[in-house]
C-alpha cells in the first residue's frame, strides 16, 4: 500500500492530494492520511512545493467536509424516510443527532483530527440534524487546520520513516476511537437506567 501511495504522489502531485482529501471526507475508503504523510516527505526531499502540499489537503477536506454536510442535508427527509423504516437505524439516527446536540460544534472539530475516521459521518449528520452552517463550517476548518499540519508535518518531518508513523497514528486513533464510542455508550445506558429509575419513583408515589 506505501508503495503505491508514494507512486501515486510522485505521478499526479499535489492533484492527487486535494482529490483523496475531498474523497475521504465522504466517508469514501481512501488513505488520505497516508496519502498526506507521503506528501509531506517528498515536499521535505524538494520534489513538492510544502505550501502546495498544504493547500490541496485543506482545500479537499474543506471541500469534502462542507459537500458531505450539503449532501446530507439536502436529502435529508429521503433519508431519514429510509431510517424510520428500520427501528435499530431509527433509534441509531436518534442517538447520533443526541450527541451532536450534547456536544455541538466541539464534536466537528474533534472528529476532523483526533478521532479522524469519525469526520465524514459528523459531516452527515451535522447536514441532517441541520446544525447552523456557518458553526460547522468555522469547527470544520479549525480541525481540518489541525488535521492537514499535524500529518503534512509529520511526513515533512519524518520523511524517512512515513510507514512506521503511519502505523503509530492509525493505531492510536482506532484506541481513540473505541474509547470514545465506550464513553458514548456509557452515557447514553446511565441516560437510560436514570430515566427508568425516575418512572419508577414516579410510578411508586
Not at 510522485?10 to 492527487?16: H, K, W
Not at 475508503?29 to 496519502?35: A, E, F, K, M
Not at 524538494?46 to 471541500?63: E, H, K, Q, R, Y
Not at 497514528?169 to 430515566?195: K, Q
Amino acid at each position: 500500500m506505501s508503495e503505491t501511495i508514494l507512486a501515486l504522489v510522485a505521478d499526479y502531485g499535489v492533484g492527487i492530494v486535494f482529490t483523496v482529501t475531498f474523497l475521504s471526507c465522504l466517508a469514501l475508503p481512501v488513505p488520505s492520511s497516508l496519502l498526506m504523510l507521503a506528501s509531506g516527505g517528498f515536499a521535505a526531499t524538494g520534489d513538492l512545493s510544502l505550501t502546495a502540499v498544504f493547500g490541496a489537503a485543506f482545500g479537499g477536506a474543506i471541500l469534502g467536509d462542507n459537500s458531505g454536510y450539503w449532501i446530507a442535508r439536502g436529502l435529508g427527509d429521503r433519508f431519514h424516510a429510509w431510517l424510520d423504516r428500520a427501528p435499530k437505524r431509527a433509534a441509531l439516527l436518534a442517538r447520533t443527532k443526541a450527541f451532536m446536540a450534547r456536544w455541538g460544534g466541539s464534536s466537528v472539530f474533534f472528529s476532523c483530527w483526533l478521532v479522524a475516521p469519525l469526520g465524514p459521518y459528523v459531516n452527515y449528520v451535522s447536514g441532517l440534524s441541520r446544525l447552523r452552517w456557518i458553526r460547522f463550517a468555522l469547527w470544520g476548518i479549525a480541525g481540518e487546520i489541525v488535521w492537514v499540519s499535524l500529518y503534512v508535518g509529520l511526513g515533512y518531518s519524518f520523511a524517512d520513516s512515513i510507514t512506521e508513523v503511519a502505523s503509530v497514528l492509525g493505531n492510536a486513533s482506532g484506541l481513540i476511537c473505541a474509547a470514545l464510542g465506550t464513553v458514548v455508550l456509557g452515557w447514553w445506558l446511565w441516560r437510560l437506567s436514570s430515566r427508568k429509575m425516575r418512572e419508577t419513583d414516579t410510578l411508586t408515589q
